[in-house]
């Protein structure tokens, strides 16, 4: 499914939507370049799940956990890691295959741990079509 927004808040708010309808164990990658907004679709999801902390990109920390919501969000920013391996270190598996909610940003840099259920969302930009202008493609894979 492709998507079209026009605006920082309409990318959000679609962010928002997926996160009000999240089920436990669901794992979402998040693909797209610098400045594409994917913290901003973040941020509305965090909303939708009702996590009212502000809602940063981990780039440093790799992962961040938000336990204030209706389901645990577990945000991943794995542009840092050198390789998969180094996932094993912080657990990823309690995270990719517990009961929250997972969010990982720069995905394809780890797409060979990635479970085969999950749903890929990536974010591009079209400067042709405006500033703000997002086309978010939506992929479910079982």
Known sequence: MKIETF???ETFELGKSIGEKALPGSVYTLIGDLGV???VFTQG???GLGITE???SPTFTIVQVYDEGRLPFYHFDVYRIGDESEMD???YEEYFYGDGVCFIEWAD??????PKKHTR???KKDLQKGFDYREIEITEFE
């Open 7 to 9: 605006s920082a808040k």
């Open 37 to 39: 907004g994917k913290t």
């Open 45 to 47: 999801v965090a909303e």
């Open 54 to 56: 502000p809602v940063n």
């Open 89 to 91: 270190e912080i657990g």
């Open 109 to 114: 840099l780890i797409k060979g741990i990635i």
């Open 121 to 123: 969302i990536e974010i």
